[in-house]
């Protein structure tokens, strides 16, 4: 590397340096704080032995992974179809829009279509169901959860997808693969990429999710997320809520190695 | 590539031209410099005319900031940082801001008009001798519900809410004081409780009470009960107030076994930067015709007893909104629980919404 090269790298360093690494830092130095500022392992033992702390982790991670099973299931065929359209280009401009628009914004639109008097249950009314309660329900969280993520699998997915090489679908074509048998062992593989970041970048915000799961779901779901705002906000207890923290920091290193690119395998190009 | 460094340009020259028309916004307008008045608030808690009155009485321009909670506060004021001229939270977290020295002395000698307050509201265990708050607003917490949904129903006390009936259709506020208190006045018991076992019991009796409770929320309360997506809600009478506004089956009632009775006075923060202007905005507060005005539109109760002649009878013989002296006696102020026993509060809280 010539020294203009180093050179360039230094912001980038201090990028890491001072937004990265400080602040996980200052997070781990937090969490062996107790309430009285002394060094202690005290929440590390609460968080371990309290089952109201260990039910919210699992039940956070369940949520966070059927968002992330949603939104795949949504986005891969999306994006599968929308790389072979003409205008992919447009069509997937269409898809990303939505999420140029505030958060809390869509959140309060869904307010209005899934109340008592909204959208969907009128259209029950009409076909004659009846009103349903929607609102408040772990039903209403995961589909407007959903709805969110799913941008931001897609786009990843899509990326990966109309990267793949043309002639290769030609060749496994010309070698005598169907339809099926090309997709599978050719197009899919070659995505694994597109669909690792997609993971990644849906499932961890998932798991902190709070603000949907008091405006949507009424806190009937509830995540880490409300246990660290409350932590935070309310009780003062800053050494609890770091170790939450701390707690999710692993859970994404985790995720983060189970969709590692992996040497052996498909790694063709 | 010379696309993008083309692209790259455009987008810094346009950032750079919208954050110079910022500051040119800005200076013509004025939000920087020496007539500027800082004011910390909760969310619509305030008549904004009432602010523009006040912009061209005095000259200050206001700045007005909001908060959601009393701990929301508390945590940007005593971080340091925020350069808030005046705030408004309540009696337990004021009692607080004292002790930790984050509020300033008031002046007494700038404060005109303070004989307006009825002096049931001065001089309260939280401050006594009105040394660093003036009272701003006052309320209680109580059950707001739908009279034509639910006509089969009388409500007058918390013990009313455990109807097996009423499955599934409570908005609950969503705070831990709060929620926890009800359990605690369910038993009889002090809602600033600090004995282990009744607060124990009070979350034993809370979940008789679970199944009757639809969602824990906040603000969006007023909307929901408005459009009629539930029809009990457990809510401040401010709240109520606008609810009935909008809707008018609804009707609010102060629980029998009593319920808590809060306080929201003005402080000078340590933050301040502006204390004259501050003091002006106390005074503007004070005058009975600017408090009652304010009263009519946030629909809170006025502890400004000259200003109660400005107000609608109907509003100020309301029993719910201005209880006679022996309903007072049945509410309770929050006390500060100390750093413990909120921690105490707060898990049985989080317990409470997690295993419902």
Redesign the interface.
């Known amino acids: 590397m010539t020294k203009e090269r180093k050179w360039l790298a230094v912001p980038y360093h201090l990028w890491i340096v001072l937004f990265v690494i400080v602040p996980v830092m200052l997070l781990l130095f937090q969490s062996f704080r107790g ?1 009285d500022g002394s060094f202690t392992l005290v929440n590390i033992q609460t968080y371990f032995t309290s ?2 702390y260990l ?2 982790t699992l039940q956070s991670f369940f949520y966070a992974f059927l968002i992330t099973v949603l939104t795949l299931l949504i986005s891969y065929p999306a994006a599968y179809f929308l790389a072979q359209t003409r205008h992919k280009q447009f069509w997937l401009l269409v898809l990303i829009l939505p999420t140029w628009m505030n958060i809390l914004l869509k959140t309060y639109a869904f ?1 209005g279509i899934l ?3 909204g959208f969907v249950n009128q259209g029950l009314n009409f076909i004659g169901i009846g009103a349903q ?1 929607l ?2 329900t772990p039903l209403s969280f995961l589909i407007v959860a959903t709805y969110i993520e799913v941008p931001f699998m897609l786009l990843p997915v899509f990326n990966a997808i109309d990267e793949i090489d043309g002639s290769m679908i030609k060749a496994s074509r010309d070698l005598g693969a169907g339809e099926w048998q090309t997709f599978a062992s050719v197009i899919f593989p070659l995505s694994l990429s597109g669909v690792r970041s997609g993971i990644q970048a849906v499932f961890i915000p998932s798991l902190s999710l709070f603000m949907l799961t ?2 949507i ?4 779901v ?1 995540t880490l997320g ?2 660290i705002e ?1 932590n ?6 800053w050494g609890m809520g770091s170790t939450m923290g701390i707690v999710l920091v692993l859970i994404m290193f985790g995720v983060m190695f189970l969709t590692r690119r992996r040497r052996k395998g498909v790694t063709v190009r | 590539m010379k696309k993008l460094t083309s692209l790259a340009l455009i987008i810094t020259v346009l950032s750079i031209a919208a954050y110079a028309g910022g500051l040119l916004l800005e200076q013509a307008q004025g939000t920087s410099g020496q007539d500027v008045f800082h004011l910390y608030n909760w969310g619509d808690y305030i008549d904004s005319d009432l602010i523009d009155q006040f912009e061209e009485e005095t000259g200050y321009r206001v700045v007005y900031e909001t908060f959601d909670s009393n701990e929301a506060m508390y945590t940007k004021i005593q971080q340091g940082g925020t350069g808030y001229d005046l705030a408004i939270p309540s009696e337990y977290m004021i009692e607080r801001m004292i002790e930790e020295n984050l509020v300033v002395e008031l002046d007494h000698t700038q404060i005109h008009g303070l004989e307006n307050i009825d002096p049931a509201f001065l001089d309260l265990n939280f401050d006594p001798g009105n040394r660093y708050s003036i009272p701003y607003f006052w309320g209680t917490l109580g059950i707001a519900y739908n009279e034509e949904l639910l006509s089969d129903f009388e409500f007058s006390s918390w013990q009313d809410l455990y109807q097996l009936e009423l499955e599934n259709s409570i908005l609950m506020i969503d705070g831990a004081r709060e929620l926890i208190g009800i359990g605690l006045q369910t038993l009889g018991y002090s809602l600033n409780s600090r004995d282990e076992a009744e607060l124990a019991a009070a979350a034993d009796v809370l979940s008789d009470l679970a199944p009757n409770i639809k969602a824990l929320v906040a603000d969006e309360i007023k909307m929901y009960m408005i459009q009629e997506e539930a029809s009990i809600a457990v809510t401040f009478s401010g709240e109520a107030a606008d609810m009935m506004w909008e809707n008018e089956s609804i009707v609010y009632v102060l629980p029998e076994e009593g319920s808590n009775l809060w306080f929201d006075n003005m402080v000078i923060p340590h933050t301040v930067q502006n204390e004259e202007a501050a003091y002006a905005f106390i005074n503007f507060m004070l005058d009975p015709n600017i408090a009652a005005q304010n009263a009519d539109y946030v629909g809170y109760s006025t502890p400004n007893e000259a200003a109660m002649a400005f107000l609608p009878d109907e509003t100020v013989e309301d029993k719910q909104f201005y209880p006679s002296p022996e309903m007072m006696e049945n509410l309770e102020v929050y006390q500060d629980l100390g750093l413990e026993f909120t921690g105490l509060y707060n898990d049985l809280f989080l317990e409470f919404k997690m295993f419902r």
């Open positions: 309430l089952r109201v039910t919210m307010i109340s008592q008097t309660q609102l408040f008091r405006l779901a009424g806190n009937r509830i409300t246990a409350q935070f906000l309310v009780t003062q207890n």
